[in-house]
């Protein structure tokens, strides 16, 4: 009777064994499950992560650059620059609802002082690394007005302008800026996508010097430039400015 209670209890405790083994080695198979799913959905944003910046960086890659054969005797001679109001023109890929066309263009009049002010800072920020100083684009706006040609920038000669404010340069910018997604819709879509969902527009951005002797174009920069939901005209400045840098004429 001992023998048979002894080998009915190994019986028992082999059961026991075999069921705690197989037990544990469910845990280990859902642990691993768990951790496979966390590595398969940190690869997948990564790779999206990849895929918006390659193509954010495609988009922003496009630029052009003129330089006037008369661009290194004439930059020399340049003491103090203006920096004109932004000739700026938003379109919509597909017009919003409610459209007004008033509140249309008070946004263009507000972003090409924006872009306008931004500029300077960033100019002025960096006063040391240029060859001349710029005119405080709150005098420039000022004098434009009292002169009657704020609103009339495009019916005057550089030329003429850098007399009116008595400058020996004007920078001439122009930003065109098409809108593809409202800022609700792409707040919405960086919570599911993160940046890849971001974007709200893609445009533009002109960047000229004219002389202010006989109003000749000396230089010309152009870049393609993204925008997205948290973009601010200084953040556009800023890197629009950091590819400027190697060929700004005025840089030391």
Same mark, same amino acid.
């Given at each position: 009777m001992r023998n048979a209670n002894v080998i009915t209890c190994l019986c028992d405790c082999r059961q026991v064994a075999g069921y705690l083994f197989l037990h544990q080695?469910?845990?280990?198979?859902?642990?691993?499950?768990?951790?496979?799913?966390?590595?398969?959905?940190?690869?997948?944003?990564?790779?999206?992560?990849?895929?918006?910046?390659? /193509?954010?960086?495609?988009?922003e890659g496009a630029k052009e650059v003129?330089? /006037?054969?008369?661009?290194?005797?004439?930059i020399p001679k340049h003491k103090v620059v203006a920096i004109l109001p932004f000739n700026t023109s938003i379109v919509y890929k597909r017009p919003p609802k409610n459209y007004d066309a008033d509140a249309h263009k008070a946004e263009e009049k507000s972003l090409s002082t924006s872009l306008q002010s931004s500029m300077?800072?960033?100019?002025?920020?960096? !006063?040391?690394?240029?060859?001349? /100083?710029?005119?405080d684009v709150e005098r420039t706006n000022a004098v434009l007005k009292q002169a009657g040609v704020y609103?009339?920038?495009?019916?005057?000669?550089?030329?003429?302008?850098?007399k009116i404010l008595k400058v020996d340069a004007?920078?001439?910018?122009?930003?065109?800026?098409e809108k593809t997604a409202s800022e609700g819709a792409a707040i919405a879509k960086t919570v599911?996508?993160?940046?890849? !969902? /971001?974007?709200?527009?893609?445009?533009?951005?002109?960047?000229?010097?004219?002389? !202010?002797n006989d109003g000749d174009l000396l230089w010309r920069f152009y870049k393609a430039m993204n925008d997205d939901v948290?973009?601010?005209?200084?953040?556009?400045i800023e890197r629009m400015m950091r590819k400027v840098a190697r060929n700004f004429p005025y840089s030391k």
């Open positions: 080695k469910l845990i280990i198979i859902k642990k691993l499950k768990k951790q496979t799913m966390k590595l398969f959905k940190i690869f997948t944003t990564l790779a999206l992560c990849l895929m918006a910046a390659g /193509s954010f960086a495609q988009f003129y330089k /006037s054969p008369k661009l290194g005797t004439e300077y800072t960033f100019l002025l920020r960096k !006063g040391g690394d240029y060859s001349c /100083s710029f005119q609103d009339k920038l495009d019916e005057i000669t550089q030329d003429s302008l850098c004007a920078i001439k910018c122009k930003y065109v800026y599911l996508f993160g940046s890849l !969902g /971001s974007k709200t527009g893609s445009g533009g951005l002109t960047m000229q010097v004219y002389n !202010g948290f973009s601010s005209s200084d953040e556009l």
